[in-house]
DNA sequence: GGAATAGGGATACTTTTTATCCTTAATAGG
DNA sequence: CCTATTAAGGATAAAAAGTATCCCTATTCC
């Protein structure tokens, strides 16, 4: 069980664009190309979060996206599950329905008690990731990051902004 | 990102197992049959929880399954990582060294931020796994299935038993 | 000796993930 | 108005993971 790579890519994605700066855009190809990931399937991504609500679009040249809140308004949660989904990442398949011994007709009221443990941890997870804000990653990398690299890097983006 | 359904099926059957007597063994034909699951396919599933120690095996008619520990030593996350392995589920492919503003030759030291906090949620989810143990979800299922039904289904496994 | 068992290798089949291609509608700039 | 560029999304295909079956071996019970 391992998550998408493009849960990646939106989570570096969403992180370039917390730093641009008010009105601009960014494009698919400039993204694609600060990450060397493939364009087209990571257009896929970008469609997700647009889908979700989380990126604004414009059409066009010097079209492309920003973000729709502000980064300390985005979680992680909201990226994670904007690609890979809102479901469970446990599945009950009530295999206690098949046991032989149960009467005819008989219907469990309750969730099994398996997956509501299942479900507890798999919220559990989830919480986790939606305590950290999309501002905390980013002041996460201004300390990883040498300041030449993070300024450079914010020129490279800043050039190919519309 | 869903899990194995073989993690459901060898909670279902660890379940099983917890109430069998000491000394007693229990088939893969016979926890396939009780769950209604292909048996060939099952077989993998127990062989992952014996490879991680989880049971004990004999051979030979009267053989099968039964836990290497009692069921308040064994947690959920054990059973888990028996069946879907230790990985993590989120896989950093350090898109960040595709940067095309990095100098040459410039190497990363720490892992990457967007990495550190996946892999605390990650971590938030086994802790919660690791804080269940089967004998939890045994008084769960206690509380949750008819007294009845409990006992036909106890008196069909221990016929099975050897 | 015969029947039943776990273990494990080989082989398909199915679903999901990854990736590419192409068409359409919108938009900026000349 | 015209052209270039963009996001959106459908169609398709390749690769990987998950699901399932079959078969052989060694062991054990009767």
Not at 27 to 47: D, I, N, R, V
Request: glycine letters at 6%.
């Amino acid at each position: 069980m391992i998550l998408k790579s493009q849960v990646e890519w939106a989570l570096h994605c969403c992180a370039i664009l917390a730093g641009l700066p008010e009105g601009r855009y960014l494009s698919t190809k400039a993204l694609a190309e600060f990450h060397g990931l493939p364009k087209e399937y990571l257009s896929k991504a970008l469609q997700s979060l647009s889908q979700a609500g989380l990126v604004h679009t414009t059409l066009g040249p010097s079209g492309g996206y920003r973000l729709a809140r502000t980064p300390a308004e985005l979680t992680f949660l909201d990226i994670v599950e904007a690609v890979e989904g809102k479901a469970r990442t446990f599945v009950c398949n009530n295999i206690r329905e098949n046991n032989p011994c149960r009467p005819q007709g008989y219907c469990e009221s309750n969730p099994c008690p398996v997956a509501r443990i299942m479900w507890e941890a798999d919220e559990a997870w989830r919480a986790k990731l939606r305590a950290v804000r999309l501002s905390d990653l980013t002041e996460a990398l201004a300390l990883d990051i040498p300041a030449e690299l993070w300024k450079n890097s914010f020129e490279w983006v800043l050039e190919r902004a519309g």
